[in-house]
């Protein structure tokens, strides 16, 4: 569970104080499915930071799970990355060089797990990938090379799965697929599920948009995902009116 | 993570550049194999010296005389002082510490301004002519091998007769005896000189070379036969100049007393207040040799580890070039857990993984380079002895140097901000 009370992250600049984040109060249950909207400098990626354990806030609290994140220290920030998220960026961020089976299994590596191939093969199966274990990142196409990035964000069953544009740098087709693959995750394992985004069709996939701007949470509305409006008819899909701000 | 992971870690990263891994290793294999061959010729040098000075025979002592110098330039043949005199009166003196005696005089040594010269059948060998008396081969310890050495009968009568060095006998008589057989030796400088037909009585054991002189390239003679035909080793005061006096000390304990009794000795007959002459023993020149080969070994290791240490700044500006080039990945790894500690101990690791791998093909590459030198005789006659010491030295010395030039990247690296890093380009 998150718990945002009041958090404030402030940038200095020089000599100017730039308010990343203004006095924002956010509560996410487990197993939610949601995004987070806004234009670039809305203060979106700040947010995603913080409640990843990236970033510390300047001012107000953040709980995970009922822990105060403020008062622990670098190592404690990195063991809570380790087992409690998981991170999925635009660009992959994959290790180049490295094969996917290596790559998902790095996450276990920095917990001293033992019996990291198995369990790193078996979140490569899950994502769809069971066949392309041995491949680097350039034996793979973009949707491959995401799916690798999410096998690796959740091989270590993670609590929160943070995905910052995870369909920025794919063709329509594939994001559909790899949206499907995070839509699996959060159904089948319960895992929460938190998009940021500037796009639309990636909000209106989730069942809770949060629009953030300059720094402040300025709508939070549940939405009905577009996989669960299919039965309507594409006609009235085009008379219904947009959700969401602009 | 354990020690296996991070050294797995480490090992996988530096196997997926491995260009760059080579580059980093290259100092550390050039310094190491600089450092392995290096010193295994001043240890092999220093032993040739050792066994070659242990091989003039034991309780010996040379009179020479004293080198008259210029600026710091030594002048040879200069400043003559020694005569067969001295050693005539070395040996009425009596001491009762000095077994026996024998005077020597040299021509076509190094540095000698006249030449000496052996023909045989139209075969001219340039070579070392050496006057001296019967008693040579027992002080010097250095024994005929065939035929029979000068008599005491040669020296009386200035007999034409002469021994050759085991060198001298191969190179003009191949398979040859040379005893009873004629050869003339000649000696001047500047195309003036004399030559005089000898007869061959023997020849010497082979006795092998030293640093400068090849103990085994020479004519011996007797010396008055020598003096009577060699206008220019005689003074105007009608003395011979003679360039040393060898003498066998019964006990070689008294080799200080010896100096002292002798010196005053000599300086009474030359008239002076200082010493005109030097009288070493045999530790002395070895303990010479010693001190020269060891500032050579200074010298030699120096350079080796200056070497080493340009390898180990080349591996730092590596490390950090390499942390900047990888420090989106270091932002991948510290969002999905990596501690501090893990990203410092992965660059630690990598850089003395680096070394010391390179510090074991430096070792390889080095003793190549000494067969290979020593199969080849680049460097002439010059022996080589790899020591295990050495091997040792440089791996602990690569070790060394990648962890102080691994310290500053992997801390670094392990400082980054992950946001940052993941923003990196």
């Known amino acids: 569970m998150i718990s945002l009370r009041g958090v404030t992250k402030i940038y200095t600049v020089g000599t100017q104080r730039v308010a990343a984040l203004n006095g924002v109060d956010l509560e996410v249950q487990d197993g939610e499915f949601l995004s987070i909207m806004g234009p670039s400098g809305s203060g979106k990626s700040t947010l995603m930071n913080i409640i990843g354990c990236l970033d510390r806030q300047t001012e107000g609290d953040y709980y995970l799970d009922g822990v105060s994140v403020a008062r622990l220290g670098d190592n404690q920030l990195a063991m809570l990355r380790n087992r409690r998220l998981g991170f999925v960026f635009q660009s992959f961020n994959l290790l180049p060089r490295m094969s996917a089976l290596d790559q998902v299994a790095l996450p276990l590596l920095y917990r001293g797990a033992t019996n990291r191939k198995r369990a790193s093969a078996a979140a490569l199966t899950l994502v769809g990938l069971a066949d392309r274990m041995d491949h680097k990142p350039t034996q793979l196409s973009g949707g491959q090379q995401q799916r690798v990035a999410i096998a690796r964000a959740l091989v270590g069953k993670p609590s929160i799965i943070l995905a910052d544009e995870p369909t920025g740098a794919l063709d329509s087709k594939t994001s559909m697929d790899v949206m499907g693959v995070f839509r699996q995750l959060n159904q089948e394992l319960g895992i929460t599920v938190a998009f940021v985004t500037h796009e639309h069709d990636v909000a209106e996939y989730t069942r809770r948009i949060i629009s953030i701007l300059d720094g402040k949470i300025v709508r939070d509305e549940p939405n009905i995902p577009t996989f669960e409006r299919e039965a309507i008819p594409v006609e009235a899909a085009a008379l219904m009116p947009e959700e969401g701000p602009s | ?425």
């Open chain 2, 1 to 425: 993570m354990t020690l296996a992971d991070v050294l797995g870690t480490a090992i996988s990263s530096l196997g997926s550049n491995l260009l760059r891994t080579l580059l980093t290793m290259l100092g550390i294999i050039i310094g190491i194999a600089a450092v392995i061959t290096l010193t295994a010729a001043s240890e092999g040098a220093q032993q040739g010296v050792g066994e070659q000075i242990s091989g003039l025979g034991s309780n010996l002592m040379f009179v020479r005389p004293g080198t008259q110098e210029e600026g710091g330039i030594q002048i040879p043949g200069q400043g003559v002082s020694l005569y067969l005199e001295d050693s005539r009166a070395i040996e009425e003196a009596g001491f009762e510490y000095v077994d026996s005696i024998a005077a020597q005089s040299t021509v076509g040594g190094p540095g000698d301004f006249i030449s000496a010269s052996v023909i045989y059948l139209g075969q001219n060998k340039s070579t070392v002519l050496l006057g001296t008396e019967s008693s040579y081969q027992y002080v010097r310890d250095f024994y005929v091998a065939r035929g029979r050495f000068l008599t005491e009968e040669d020296i009386t009568k200035k007999a034409l007769v002469t021994v050759l060095g085991a060198q001298v006998a191969d190179e003009l008589f191949g398979t040859e005896d040379p005893i009873g057989k004629s050869v003339r030796i000649f000696a001047g400088a500047g195309g003036f000189g004399f030559g005089f037909n000898f007869t061959v009585v023997g020849v010497m054991e082979r006795r092998g070379a030293s640093a400068n002189t090849d103990q085994d390239d020479v004519v011996i003679v007797p010396l008055p036969s020598f003096q009577a035909r060699i206008a220019f080793i005689r003074d105007p005061q009608g003395r011979t100049n003679i360039n040393q006096i060898n003498i066998k000390l019964a006990d070689g304990d008294k080799v200080e007393q010896a100096k002292e009794d002798i010196g005053q000795l000599l300086m009474g007959l030359h008239a002076v207040e200082e010493p005109d002459f030097r009288i070493e023993s045999q530790s002395d020149i070895f303990a010479t040799a010693t001190e020269v080969e060891r500032s050579l070994q200074v010298l030699v290791v120096s350079i080796a580890l200056i070497s080493l240490v340009v390898g180990g700044i080349g591996i730092m500006n590596i490390m950090l070039v390499s942390v900047t080039e990888r420090t989106r990945e270091i932002g991948i790894r510290k969002a999905i857990g990596a501690k501090r500690m893990d990203i410092l101990w992965q660059f630690l690791v990598e850089a003395v993984v680096v070394t010391t791998l390179g510090g074991a093909l430096g070792v390889l590459a080095g003793v190549g380079a000494t067969e290979i030198a020593e199969r080849f005789e680049i460097g002439g006659e010059t022996q080589y002895a790899i020591t295990p010491l050495w091997i040792l030295v440089g791996f602990i010395v690569a070790g060394v140097t990648g962890l102080i030039a691994g310290v500053y990247p992997a801390w670094r690296a392990s400082r980054l901000d992950p946001i940052e890093a993941l923003r990196h380009e």
